[in-house]
């Protein structure tokens, strides 16, 4: 548990000691700010347009501007996270290689698993910081509607970003243990995860089995329900178990570094 | 303190390491001398655990290797060929992680780092990142990661690589002065650095040992006994001829001779017997002027390169 932490705060400390967690940062908030003022005001003139035809033929149905901004905006964050993940991933291991301070680590009595999980607890811990600002954008607009929705919408979409995120980096941290080169594992990273993004693509609206099984697949498809505020169970087995996984194939990925250096 | 076995490392079909056992006692430094690619890094790699050996034991503080990797790192602590270092760190937090993967509780760590800077050398750069750091500094920032914990066995691969030759100094007699409290192996392909260091020598070439001993006795060992360089104004062939009565002296050369009349020559002699007066003796009686006559110590640089050179010719019969 110690080595755990002497991990983690190794890489906190070379996220935030480094220009990287700021640059990415202050990218990803400016991006995102950008596109929640859109979201916002397509929302607000929607939803004006809605009262306006309400008053005209009456017994239209209220609309629900800040779940509709929250979904949106949550399915953004997705996009740009695809995007950004992979590049804070790509070095977790590929570095430590390159550098030799792997041999450091793997010679040193801490255990392969407190690596890893030192590693990703790290990352996350960068992707909460850098998702946290968003989250006040929506408090913001859920204190000002009438009426306001509950809080623990916002609290099940963000669960839903953080374990999409989560899986993201479990997948990416794995394959940046597979290389050197930071490039190549971010190019994995971002294909990879492109690909069980899309996994169901030809197949959504049948109801064959290998349809159902390939939509079950699908990162993004558990990822909707929690932009709804629905906390359910089998997207939270689907990304826990992803990320586990994922952990498992990178602990011994680092261990088998012993056995294949030829 | 360290018991190696049969050690064997095979990638793939080349055999990096073939079958070396040796031993250190505790508190000795011993010497791993060989030229580039001998085998001396993959051993090391293996003592560490960082890669586990194809067939053979090593045992650290009665711990194997493999088997109780975790115990055995527990004890070491190694400087691997580059110092691993975070360009991104201070010296002092780079140390404090050091200490703090290897479970050194916090009430020790400041002493412990205050130490390790101390005996480094590395006092003043304490606050400083260390990729601003010049290559020298860095050696010894990844020296003073191996010995911040103060570990039983202290494992280094090419220690005074980049350093100047007044750094180099300083290293060798901070290895000196950590023997006794610790065991140590490093690896070296600088001759004098073996001498003046160490204890005990393995000399490796091509993953097989070709010696271990101290480095006295390796110099003392050389077949063929002394040398004797001589420097005498004589005609070249009666001077061989006079050399080759001398009793005892098993073979002369003419190395070189003058159109002014001076000849040098090198004289073997037999173990065992000095025969300087002898020939000094013989060459006034004929009235040629001597102005050199020394005997030629082997360097280990020497025996060396015998051993390292006539591995392929010895290696059959052995085998």
Redesign the interface.
Known sequence: MRSLYAIYRKEIGHYFVSPIAYVVVSLFLLLSGFFFRLYLSDAVEQSLQMEVQSMRFGGMQPFDAPSQILRVFLGFLALVILFFLPMLTMGVYAEERKRGTIELLMTSPIREIDIVLGKFFASLTLFAVMLLPTAGYIFYVFLHSDPAPPLRVIFAGYLGVILFGGSLMALGSFLSSLTENQIIAAALTFGAFLLLWAIDFGTRGTGSATGQVLQYLSVINHFDDFTRGIIDTSGLVYYLSFIVFFIFLTVRSVDSMRWRRA | MIEVQDLTKA??PVTAVDHVSFTVKKGEILGFLGPNGAGKTTTM?IL?????ATSGTARIAGFDVFQDS??V??H?G?L?E?P??????TVE?YLD??L????VPADKRQDRIKDALEKTNLVDKRPELIKRLSRGYKQRVGLA?ALVHDPDVIILDEPTVGLDPKQIIEVRHLIKNLAGNHTIILSTHILPEVSMTCDRVVIINKGKIAAVDTPQNLTAQLKGGQRIHIDVQAPEKPLRELLEKIPGASRAQVTSARADGHVTATIEAAPGKDIRSQIAAKIVQQGWPLYELHGISVSLEDIFLELTTDEEAHAQPAN
């Open positions: 990638y793939g790699r560490t655990g960082f890669m586990p975790l115990e790192r527990r070491i190694y691997p580059a691993p270092l975070y360009p991104d760190m937090a992680f050091i703090r993967i290897k479970n990661q």
